[in-house]
Nanobody, 122 residues
Framework: VQLQASGGGLVQAGGSLSLSCAASGRTFSSYAMGWFRQAPGKEREFVAAINYRGDTTYDADSVKGRFTISRDNAKNTVYLQMNSLKPEDTAVYYC????????????????WGQGTLVTVSS
């Protein structure tokens, strides 16, 4: 499975961005998807995840109510809609995948995209 993340950029605090992660392969619908982020000097942290069917999601407390993960299995794509962005959301955002059920630790994911930078100015 190959993943290609896109949609990062520079936005002012309070603004919105939408990230996309396109997956290759014909078995996308069998894989759970997760978004993680890593700020400079910090460890990679879980942001949000969605199971293979798209009917169960889980968000980190830090983004709950502001970020929404979704997927379109027909387009082999997972999305992360980010609203009410804060400067502390600044990081490189990565999408990742594992079979079937999501996990919240990065070590449980098998495949990773290259990351897309999100910068939130105050």
């Amino acid at each position: 499975v190959q993943l290609q993340a896109s949609g990062g950029g520079l936005v002012q605090a309070g603004g919105s961005l939408s990230l996309s992660c396109a997956a290759s392969g014909r078995t996308f619908s069998s894989y759970a998807m997760g978004w993680f982020r890593q700020a400079p000097g910090k460890e990679r942290e879980f942001v949000a995840a969605i199971n293979y069917r798209g009917d169960t999601t889980y968000d980190a407390d830090s983004v709950k109510g502001r970020f929404t993960i979704s997927r379109d299995n027909a387009k082999n794509t997972v999305y992360l809609q980010m609203n009410s962005l804060k400067p502390e959301d600044t990081a490189v955002y990565y999408c990742a995948t594992r079979l079937h059920w999501y996990a919240i630790t990065w070590k449980e994911y098998n495949y990773w995209g290259q990351g897309t930078l999100v910068t939130v100015s105050s």
